[in-house]
């Protein structure tokens, strides 16, 4: 066998170990589990980004096609996050799922959360001490631009008062 082939055979080997290793970082960042599973562990990531003051780990979980009864789109939830997370010290995020259900279907959900953000200072549009609507939707998604999967976004809030 010559050198040529030799070079060509050792490339397409490291080529599809390349991919192999992608497809597996692509499967770890998959969900996992139920609907519900997945909807608890979106909500608890978000939990704790908050708690940490990361900005795009809160905004993870909220769709690019949010839009709320009272108007606000995605940039302006990302907005109210920003401020509301460099304005604050110290912040408490407790949350509770007080009811989920997901639609026979799979691709939407509803959920009620207990949320309770307290911080210093004490500065608007926080604290907030009350039980939030949200729609949630499963959107498709890319890992590493070769891979499809889907992931849980929320697509709509109420009960927040405007804030």
């Given at each position: 066998m010559n050198r040529a082939v030799q070079a060509i055979l050792v490339g397409v080997l490291l080529l599809a170990l390349g991919f192999l290793w992608l497809w597996r970082q692509a499967e770890a960042r998959r969900p996992r589990g139920t609907n519900e599973a997945q909807i608890a562990g979106l909500l608890e990531s978000a939990r704790q980004a908050a708690l940490r003051g990361d900005v795009s780990g809160v905004l993870?979980?909220?769709s690019r096609h949010y839009r709320d009864s009272n108007g606000m789109g995605y940039a302006n939830v990302a907005y109210q996050v920003r401020r509301t997370l460099s304005r604050m010290e110290e912040i408490q995020v407790e949350t509770r799922i007080v009811r989920l259900y997901v639609d026979?279907?799979?691709a939407?959900?509803?959920?009620?959360?207990?949320v309770k953000l307290t911080g210093r200072?004490?500065?608007p549009p926080a604290?907030?001490?009350q039980t939030l609507s949200l729609t949630l939707t499963k959107e498709p998604v890319r890992y590493y631009v070769f891979f499809s999967g889907s992931e849980w976004r929320v697509t709509s809030a109420s009960g927040y008062g405007g804030y």
């Open positions: 993870h979980g909220i026979p279907g799979g939407t959900a509803t959920v009620d959360l207990y200072p004490d500065i604290p907030l001490d």
